[in-house]
C-alpha cells in the first residue's frame, strides 16, 4: 500500500517561499508511468492542482502557478518536494501530495498539511 506524508512549515510569511516535501513509502517514485502531484485546497475553495513530477522526472505545472513553482524530487529519499515562491495570504492553504498511474493520478492521498500565509 502506498501512502504518502506531507511535512514543512505550516506558517510562512508573505513574500518568503513555501517549501514542502512528501515522504512515499510502500513504492518507488521513480515506478514506470507514476505521477506525483500536488493539489491545495484554500478555505471555502475547490481543490487547485499545482502540478506534478512524473517517474523520469519530467514535471508539468499549472498555467496560473507556472511562474511561481517548482516540484523536485530526490530518489535517494523516495521523495518529492514542492516549492512556491513570492508567497501571499491567497496561498493559504492545506496543500496535498497525491501519487497514481496515468489516468489515476489520484489513487493515493496523503492527509494534507495545513500552510498559512501570514506576518
Known amino acids: 500500500q502506498v501512502q504518502l506524508q506531507e511535512s514543512g512549515p505550516g506558517l510562512v510569511k508573505p513574500s518568503q517561499t513555501l517549501s514542502l516535501t512528501c515522504s512515499v513509502s510502500g513504492g518507488s517514485i521513480t515506478a514506470s508511468y507514476f505521477i506525483w502531484s500536488w493539489i491545495r485546497q484554500p478555505p471555502g475553495k475547490v481543490l487547485e492542482w499545482m502540478g506534478h513530477i512524473g517517474s523520469d522526472g519530467s514535471t508539468y505545472y499549472s498555467p496560473s502557478l507556472k511562474s511561481r513553482t517548482s516540484i523536485s524530487r530526490d530518489t535517494s529519499k523516495n521523495q518529492v518536494s514542492l516549492q512556491l515562491s513570492s508567497v501571499t495570504p491567497d496561498d493559504t492553504a492545506v496543500y496535498y501530495c497525491?501519487?497514481?498511474?496515468?489516468?489515476?493520478?489520484?489513487?493515493?492521498w496523503g492527509q494534507g498539511t495545513q500552510v498559512t500565509v501570514s506576518s
Open positions: 497525491t501519487g497514481g498511474p496515468w489516468g489515476a493520478i489520484g489513487r493515493y
